[in-house]
């Protein structure tokens, strides 16, 4: 059975940084392809950054410089550090993972206000 168990997510300020986490289990981590999307309210999902199992990363245009995806294969866990935060960075934040088949968590609240 796989899961991916995101956590991190919280209420932070505009320009403030919240590290996301996602812990995956029932899948040789290594060999897969790791991901973030988010989803606003009223929007739809969107793709945010991805980090390949050699290590090569690619972002979307709005996080680039911003944020900064890793992953730890030792301990089964991609991350998100979210830097320079801004308002509209408001979303629901899920982490995927892709082989041959393709899973999600149930994501974590990420609001950044004021």
């Known amino acids: 059975q796989v899961q991916l168990v995101e956590s991190g997510g919280g209420l932070v300020q505009p320009g403030g940084s919240l590290r996301l986490s996602c812990v995956a289990s029932g899948i040789i981590f290594s060999g897969y392809v790791m991901g973030w999307y988010r989803q606003a309210p009223g929007k739809q999902r969107e793709w945010v950054a991805t980090?390949?199992?050699?290590?090569?990363?690619y972002y979307a245009d709005s996080v680039k410089g911003r944020f900064t995806i890793s992953r730890d294969n030792a301990q089964n866990t991609v991350y998100l550090q979210m830097n320079s935060l801004k308002p509209e960075d408001t979303a629901v934040y899920y982490c995927t993972a892709r082989q041959f088949s393709g899973y999600w968590g149930q994501g974590t609240q990420v609001t950044v206000s004021s």
């Open positions: 980090i390949i199992s050699g290590g090569s990363t």
